[in-house]
């Protein structure tokens, strides 16, 4: 099993920043994917933006340019840097981790932004 913690989400007027950390513990042998994704009031969880273990990222359209995902494998963290925040963000922020084949998810964290 994995735990995740996330933390760091608040509230931000629009045009600020925020910064995202996901801390994974537990049994973690190979993680394959770590990435966010998010859910907004009424809408379907959607992917934000996700690193492979070879590094390599994928954003998606509506973050590009202004999110940017890292990790730091030594303490087994998973950063969201968020800048250039607009109102369309607000969402519930979750971490994930694929392993083995294996889903595991975070609590989420609330990122509101206003006008």
């Known amino acids: 099993q994995v735990q995740l913690v996330e933390s760091g989400g608040g509230s931000v007027q629009s045009g600020g920043s925020l910064r995202l950390s996901c801390a994974a513990s537990g049994s973690i042998l190979g993680i394959d994917v770590m990435g966010w994704y998010r859910q907004a009031p009424g809408k379907q969880r959607e992917m934000v933006t996700i690193?492979?273990?070879?590094?390599?990222?994928t954003y998606a359209d509506s973050v590009a340019g202004r999110f940017t995902i890292s990790r730091d494998s030594a303490k087994k963290t998973m950063y969201l840097q968020m800048n250039s925040l607009k109102p369309e963000d607000t969402a519930i922020y979750y971490c994930?981790?694929?392993?083995?084949?294996?889903?595991?998810w975070g609590q989420g964290t609330q990122v509101t932004v206003s006008s």
């Open positions: 690193i492979t273990s070879s590094d390599s990222t």
């Open positions: 994930n981790v694929q392993q083995f084949g294996d889903d595991y």
